[in-house]
């Protein structure tokens, strides 16, 4: 089974995953939605603090001219394989960090957290 044994999923609030039908699967196996869950944070979308780690790295290598489009991509390349170089157990602990996130939104009551 795709969940391992687990009990209770963490889902956004997209129609089709809140809808009869889905919710009825959950139940037949019963897996139960997070309740609670906010309807919206950048919290816990590991993603966000992966693109704020190659904003960074974008601007600590900002030219003083205007960079034509070809020197931009170039840079972008750069800084993503910079960051999967230098930053690889950082990057790896956000993608696995996501019940540490959910506890932190919950106890936050969907307010903003560290994350």
């Known amino acids: 089974m795709w969940l391992h044994g687990?009990?209770?999923?963490?889902?956004?609030?997209?129609k089709c995953l809140r809808c009869d039908e889905p919710?009825?699967?959950y139940k037949?196996?019963?897996?139960?939605?997070?309740?609670?869950?906010?309807?919206?944070?950048?919290?816990l979308n590991a993603i966000e603090n992966a693109w704020k780690l190659?904003?960074?790295?974008?601007?600590?290598?900002?030219?003083?001219y205007l960079e034509p489009?070809?020197?931009?991509?170039?840079r972008v390349r750069n800084s993503a394989r910079w960051l999967n170089a230098n930053s690889h157990?950082?990057?790896?602990y956000l993608c696995s960090n996501q019940k540490e996130r959910a506890?932190?939104?919950i106890e936050m009551?969907?307010?903003?957290?560290?994350w």
């Open 89 to 92: 157990d950082q990057l790896l």
């Open 6 to 14: 687990c009990d209770l999923v963490v889902q956004d609030f997209e």
């Open 54 to 64: 190659l904003r960074e790295r974008m601007y600590s290598t900002m030219p003083d």
């Open 28 to 43: 037949k196996i019963n897996v139960q939605v997070l309740p609670k869950y906010p309807k919206c944070s950048q919290d």
């Open 69 to 74: 489009r070809d020197e931009f991509i170039t």
């Open 103 to 105: 506890d932190d939104v």
């Open 23 to 25: 919710l009825a699967e």
């Open 109 to 114: 009551e969907g307010g903003r957290t560290k």
